[in-house]
């Protein structure tokens, strides 16, 4: 599978992080405010869950994932770990929950591997927007027990 080449994949990255942060608002409106947990369904598709892991006075850092049934188990396939700067208005990929921890890469290995996280983290919120996905506000009695 060939690989995607941007010309400055730094600047790249950044431009990345920034449109997954305007995303992630249409996605969550009500992104700042948000409780533990939250669940967004739509029809027969997947659920999509959200968990705020920690908040900071300008950062959140949240975990998304797939809701899929294995048999009777459920399976939170992806879950990918992300950080909210609220001040700079970007999100930045962690890591992919599911899959084993790498040791962090050096050099422009790790620039490849966050411009990949983050890249993926952009389409993944392409498609749940495309596909209409959306968390209701905090306040919404259907997340009362979540």
Not at 5 to 19: D, V, W
Not at 98 to 115: D, F, H, M, N, V
Not at 130 to 144: I, N, T
Request: glycine share 4%; hydrophobic share 40%.
């Amino acid at each position: 599978m060939p690989r995607l080449k941007p010309a400055n994949k730094f600047r790249s990255l950044q431009e990345i992080c920034e449109s997954n942060y305007r995303k992630l608002l249409r996605l969550i409106p009500h992104l700042p405010r948000l409780s533990q947990r939250a669940v967004a369904q739509l029809g027969n598709k997947p659920t999509l869950h959200l968990e705020l892991k920690d908040r900071g006075r300008y950062t959140m850092t949240l975990e998304l994932s797939y809701c899929l049934r294995h048999g009777s188990q459920p399976v939170f396939e992806p879950a990918l770990k992300f950080r909210v700067y609220l001040d700079a208005r970007m999100v930045e990929a962690l890591g992919d929950c599911e899959r084993a921890i790498q040791p962090t890469p050096a050099g422009p290995e790790a620039l490849e591997r966050k411009w990949l996280l983050n890249y993926f983290l952009a389409k993944w919120l392409d498609h749940c927007l495309y596909h209409g996905y959306r968390f209701a506000a905090v306040d919404d009695p259907a997340y009362a027990d979540v």
